[in-house]
Antibody
Framework: EVQLVESGGDLVQPGRSLTLSCTAS????????VNWVRQAPGKGLEWVGF??????????EYAASVKGRFTIARDDSKRIAYLQMDSLKTEDTALYFC?????????????????WGQGTLVTVSS | DIQMTQSPSTVSASVGDRVTITCRAS??????LAWYQQKPGKAPKTLIY???NLESGVPSRFSGSGSGTDFTLTISSLQPDDFATYYC?????????FGQGTKVEIK
């Protein structure tokens, strides 16, 4: 069974950093891209960024709202993807989901999500 | 970034109704569109990818169509389990974007 479990969400002050983890099981992690998607309280979905598999160059892309502040990484040996968030702002408060991106059905630029984790909550407040 | 606009924002319908949700892209995205269903307090569930391909396990009453800039999600006969919010997402560019969502509520 495909599973994605996010962790690391917390209450942090503006300007501080936080790293989220996404632990995968039930599939060959290294064969898939990983997306990060967030949802502010009561709002819609916002794509944050993604990382391709090593076979596709480990390419990373980010939304304009987080570019330069957030960094996505992966450790295929541990089956974990990371979202490092620096210089956090109050508007980064959201439930953060990691999702699996199936390369076989991705465009040349990015991937949709076929499986989703349950999310981890990040609250940025003083 | 490509803007995705869904309509309507809310649709009130009854069990058994045919429901259609529209998603329009600000520029052509070919077929690179996915649809997701989200229920309150739950993670989204993927319904359709590449405009019209049903994810495994998704009931056949769901269907997707369109290409270029105009897309639709159709629920042929609304079931009690289908009351939820639906999102489209384009993944044609290196900055994927979602529509604002369409809530399907009980009439």
């Amino acid at each position: 069974e495909v599973q994605l479990v996010e962790s690391g969400g917390d209450l942090v002050q503006p300007g501080r950093s936080l790293t989220l983890s996404c632990t995968a099981s039930g599939f060959i992690f290294g064969d898939y891209a990983v997306n990060w998607v967030r949802q502010a309280p009561g709002k819609g979905l916002e794509w944050v960024g993604f990382i391709r598999s090593r076979r596709f160059g480990d390419i990373k892309e980010y939304a304009a709202s987080v570019k330069g502040r957030f960094t996505i990484a992966r450790d295929d040996s541990k089956r974990i993807a990371y979202l490092q968030m620096d210089s956090l702002k109050t508007e980064d408060t959201a439930l953060y989901f990691c999702t699996r991106g199936p390369h076989a059905f991705c465009s040349s630029q990015s991937c949709h999500s076929d499986y989703w984790g349950q999310g981890t909550l990040v609250t940025v407040s003083s | 970034d490509i803007q995705m606009t869904q309509s309507p924002s809310t649709v009130s319908a009854s069990v058994g109704d045919r429901v259609t949700i529209t998603c329009r892209a600000s520029q052509s995205i070919n077929l690179w569109l996915a649809w997701y269903q989200q229920k309150p307090g739950k993670a989204p569930k993927t319904l359709i990818y590449k405009a019209s391909n049903l994810e495994s396990g998704v009931p056949s009453r769901f269907s997707g169509s369109g290409s270029g800039t105009d897309f639709t999600l159709t629920i042929s006969s609304l079931q009690p389990d289908d009351f939820a919010t639906y999102y489209c997402q384009q993944y044609s560019t290196n900055a994927a974007t979602f529509g604002q969502g369409t809530k399907v509520e009980i009439k």
